[in-house]
């Protein structure tokens, strides 16, 4: 296809995942494909686009670590500074896909579409959703209207930002969702629609990401012996999912003290999945001692998305006041 006026280039980089696999009909195992996901798209398309493609990795998203991430967030700046594309596409397992995503969030300067997409079913298993996931996801890359909106996730027909989306199903084709605030708009056959926008976006031009950020639960009759072996592990910080509005076991707060004498940050987000923490109750554990303690509060953030964004801000900074900024 040869360029045009008004002709639009979109690049898709593969990173593996299920959208990449084949079910073997005989044992029902999900594995990889030699099958490019791509094979059977170009004739979907409209004749104004332009599609080039590249595997960057081949690895089940269980596999993807933060220094994949960086590689990856790395590869988006080089290719875009060396061709003028319109818009990304990656595609990614669904596992980490979440993750993947709001680091590049975090990590991308630019204005043009970034879009991550996926598939809960392979691509030969009875309703496959990979390749419509693609094709939905290029549409959304190919839209004007998408700039400017930081990192979105493409699944099922819609549109989340990355900061919002989770899987919220382990097999549901519809698994990704944004509890509390909706997608951001939706794809049909032939159209792209938005309806909600971002007012805020966190950028950082980060140049490693090597620092060791630990992510706990909180349980009923939890005592500090879980917070003493992540503190006395080495870590960089901490993340916890603490109960409710952002309340611990009063057990925990000698530990978490000991952490924090340490120099070691602590991040809290609620392990509910719709609202935020905040410093409400006054009894021991409750969110006002936390607070006063010097832990950070993390506004609206997952425990996973924390924990990323805690690893992104400690290559800019350890001083605690800027970290808190960070997160408010």
């Given at each position: 296809m040869e360029d045009g006026v008004n002709m639009k280039r979109i690049l898709v980089i593969h990173t593996g995942g299920t959208i990449s696999m084949k079910e073997n009909k005989e044992t029902g195992e999900v594995n990889t494909s030699s099958k490019h996901p791509l094979d059977e798209i170009s004739t979907m398309l409209k004749g104004n686009t332009v599609i080039e493609d590249e595997i960057l990795f081949y690895l089940p998203s269980p596999h993807i670590r933060p220094d994949h991430m960086l590689k990856l967030g790395r590869s988006i700046h080089e290719k875009m500074s060396k061709k003028n594309y319109d818009g990304i596409v990656i595609t990614h397992g669904t596992?980490?896909?979440?993750?993947?995503?709001?680091?590049?969030?975090?990590?991308?300067?630019?204005?043009?579409?970034?879009?991550?997409?996926?598939?809960?079913?392979?691509?030969?298993?009875?309703?496959?959703?990979?390749?419509?996931?693609?094709?939905?996801?290029?549409?959304?890359?190919?839209?004007?209207?998408?700039?400017?909106?930081?990192?979105?996730?493409?699944?099922?027909?819609?549109?989340?930002?990355?900061?919002?989306?989770?899987?919220?199903?382990?097999?549901?084709?519809?698994?990704?969702?944004?509890?509390?605030?909706?997608?951001?708009?939706?794809?049909?056959?032939?159209?792209?629609?938005?309806?909600?926008?971002?007012?805020?976006?966190?950028?950082?031009?980060?140049?490693?990401?090597?620092?060791?950020v630990a992510l706990i639960k909180a349980y009923a009759g939890m005592d500090g012996t879980l917070i003493d072996a992540v503190r006395e592990s080495d870590v960089d910080g901490l993340v916890i999912e603490a109960l409710g509005q952002g309340n611990l076991p009063p057990e925990t707060v000698d530990a978490l003290e000991r952490t924090l004498n340490e120099g070691i940050p602590i991040v809290l987000v609620s392990r509910c999945y719709q609202g935020i923490v905040q410093d409400t109750y006054g009894y021991p554990g409750g969110g006002r001692q936390l607070k006063e303690m010097g832990i950070i509060f993390a506004n609206g953030l997952t425990g996973p998305k924390a924990r990323i964004k805690l690893m992104v801000a400690l290559e800019m900074t350890t001083n605690m006041t800027e970290l808190e900024h960070m997160f408010s």
């Open positions: 596992d980490t896909l979440e993750e993947t995503a709001y680091f590049l969030d975090l990590f991308l300067q630019t204005r043009k579409p970034v879009v991550v997409t996926g598939a809960m079913r392979s691509s030969n298993e009875i309703g496959s959703d990979g390749l419509y996931n693609l094709l939905s996801a290029i549409r959304v890359a190919n839209c004007d209207e998408a700039q400017d909106k930081g990192v979105l996730v493409v699944m099922n027909d819609e549109i989340h930002t990355a900061k919002n989306v989770t899987k919220t199903s382990t097999s549901n084709v519809a698994t990704f969702q944004s509890p509390q605030y909706g997608p951001i708009g939706i794809t049909t056959k032939t159209e792209v629609f938005f309806h909600h926008k971002m007012t805020r976006r966190d950028s950082y031009p980060i140049q490693n990401i090597g620092k060791q």
